[in-house]
């Protein structure tokens, strides 16, 4: 079965910057969609940025210029740089794998604190 694994999460002061990545097991990853997507307290799971299987990538406006995504298929891992981090960036940062027939799988999330 798909199993996705996140780590890299930890507490980091506003303007730093951490590492997320995600190994998948389980499926072909070369032909899955990837992307990350964060949970805050009290609020609905958003997009935070993906990556087609062409290594398009896309991400919202508000990370837009701080984060970058970035996938190896040879490791079955996507990454997800974040930089000039700020508060309101703290929330559970849940990896995505998305197949052909847009079926959606999700990792055990890892937390990310911005905070001084």
């Known amino acids: 079965q798909v199993e996705l694994v996140e780590s890299g999460g930890g507490l980091v002061e506003p303007g730093g910057s951490l590492r997320l990545s995600c190994t998948a097991s389980?499926?072909?990853?070369?032909?899955?969609?990837m992307g990350w997507y964060r949970q805050a307290p009290g609020k609905e799971r958003d997009f935070v940025a993906g990556?087609?299987?062409?290594?398009?990538?896309y991400y919202s406006d508000s990370v837009k210029g701080r984060f970058t995504i970035s996938r190896d298929n040879a490791k079955n891992t996507v990454y997800l740089q974040m930089n000039s981090l700020k508060p309101e960036d703290t929330a559970a940062y849940y990896c995505?794998?998305?197949?052909?027939?847009?079926?959606?799988?999700w990792g055990q999330g890892t937390q990310v604190t911005v905070s001084s």
């Open positions: 990556i087609g299987t062409g290594s398009d990538t």
């Open positions: 389980g499926l072909s990853f070369g032909n899955f969609r």
């Open positions: 995505n794998a998305q197949d052909e027939r847009d079926r959606d799988y």
